[in-house]
C-alpha cells in the first residue's frame, strides 16, 4: 500500500481544531447572504485569495472577522456537521474540538445558541458514522483574566458537555501565568486543561503552561527544542504535543515544510500528533496534514502508524478505549 493510502485508511484522532477554523469560504459566503452580512470579497475565490499569513495575529484578524457570519443554532450544527463529514471521509474516528465561546458572546450570541447546534451534530455523527467527539471550550488570552472567569460561569449549564478547558489567540505578551487562576478554578471543577503554547511564543510560556495551569497537553509546543530542561520534562512525563504542520507553515513559524522539528521531536522521545489547526485557512484537512510532513521530511510507514498511534494516546478517551485504538 503506497504512504498516502496508509494516511488515508489509518483511523486517527483529531486533537487540535478551531471549530471556527474549519469553515469554509462556500459556507462563510453562503451564511454572509443569508444573514445579509457584507463580506469584504466580491466572491468565493477572492475570500480564498485572501488566505495568505505573516504571522499569528494577521491569521486571526481575518479568522475573527470569518466567524462573523455565524449567527443563528442552524450555523453552528452546519460548521459541526460539515466538519464532521469531513472527519468521516479521513477516517478521524475520534476528535476533541476547541471553539472559542467569547469570538460569539462577544456579539450576543450566547450559549444557549451555539451549543445546542454543536451537539446536534455531534450527536448525529455518532449516530450516523460512530465519531465520538468532546468539546475544549478556549478562552481568548488577548482579553482579561475576568472575561475567562466570566465565560467559565456563563457555560455552566453545559459542562457536562465540555471535556477541557484551552486557551488560545494573541501568544505574545499573553503568558499563561495572566490566567492562572481561571485555570485552577477550571481544574477544580474537573475540566482537563490543555494550552497552546510555544507556537510563536518562548519556551517559557510552555513552562508556565505545565507548572502554572498544570496542562494536560500543550497545543502547539514546537519551540520546546529552545530548551533542553524542558525537553526532557516533556520526555519525562510524556506530555503530549498537538502539532500542526501547515498552520506553522502558512503562519510564517517555519519558512519550508523541510524545516519542521515534528521528527526529531519524535525522535527525541516526545509524545506528538498531528493535527490541522485551522483547516480552511491553512490550506488542508487532518491528512492534508500528514501527506505534506510524508512529502517534505523522512517519514515512513511506522512513523505514521506511531503518529496514529499517539493521537489516540494523547487523547482523553477512557484508557480501555484507547488501548483498542493503539
Ligand atoms: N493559535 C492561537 N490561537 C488560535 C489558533 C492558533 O493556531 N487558531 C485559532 N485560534
Ligand atoms: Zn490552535
Request: with cysteine; charged share 25%.
Amino acid at each position: 500500500m503506497s504512504l498516502s493510502s496508509i494516511i488515508n485508511n489509518i483511523p486517527k484522532a483529531e486533537l487540535h481544531l478551531h471549530i471556527e477554523g474549519s469553515l469554509t469560504p462556500e459556507l462563510m459566503w453562503r451564511l454572509a447572504k443569508k444573514h445579509s452580512v457584507t463580506l469584504p470579497y466580491a466572491s468565493v475565490k477572492e475570500i480564498e485569495a485572501a488566505y495568505n499569513f505573516e504571522d499569528l495575529q494577521s491569521f486571526l484578524d481575518l479568522y475573527y472577522a470569518g466567524a462573523g457570519v455565524l449567527r443563528d443554532e442552524e450555523d453552528f450544527f452546519t460548521l459541526m456537521w460539515e466538519y464532521l463529514s469531513r472527519c468521516h471521509k479521513e477516517n478521524i474516528v475520534h476528535t476533541e474540538i476547541m471553539f472559542d465561546p467569547q469570538t460569539h458572546t462577544e456579539r450576543d450570541i450566547g450559549f444557549d445558541v451555539f451549543m445546542p447546534g454543536f451537539l446536534r451534530a455531534m450527536d448525529k455523527a455518532k449516530q450516523e458514522y460512530g465519531i465520538s467527539s468532546y468539546l475544549i471550550m478556549s478562552f481568548l488570552r488577548h482579553l482579561p483574566e475576568s472575561a475567562a472567569f466570566e465565560t467559565l460561569s456563563e457555560a455552566e449549564p453545559y459542562y457536562k458537555h465540555i471535556t477541557a478547558v484551552g486557551l488560545d489567540s494573541s501568544e505574545l505578551g499573553h503568558p499563561p501565568s495572566k490566567f492562572e487562576r481561571v485555570f485552577k478554578k477550571a481544574k477544580s471543577l474537573g475540566f482537563k486543561i490543555v494550552a497552546h503554547a510555544g507556537e510563536e511564543g518562548p519556551a517559557s510560556y510552555i513552562w508556565e503552561a505545565i507548572e502554572l495551569l498544570d496542562v494536560d497537553r500543550i497545543d502547539h509546543g514546537v519551540r520546546c527544542q529552545e530548551d533542553k530542561a524542558l525537553m526532557a520534562l516533556l520526555r519525562e512525563r510524556q506530555i503530549p504535543l498537538t502539532v500542526c504542520p501547515l498552520s506553522n507553515l502558512k503562519l510564517c513559524v517555519i519558512d519550508d515544510m523541510k524545516q519542521h522539528n515534528i521528527v526529531e521531536l519524535l525522535n527525541e522521545g516526545l509524545l506528538v500528533t498531528v493535527n490541522s489547526d485551522d483547516p480552511t485557512y491553512f490550506g488542508g484537512f487532518l491528512n492534508d496534514n500528514f501527506v505534506a510532513l510524508q512529502e517534505s521530511l523522512d517519514i515512513d510507514e511506522d512513523t505514521i502508524r506511531t503518529l496514529a498511534a499517539n493521537s489516540f494516546k494523547s487523547s482523553f478517551l477512557p484508557e480501555d478505549v484507547k488501548r483498542s485504538f493503539v
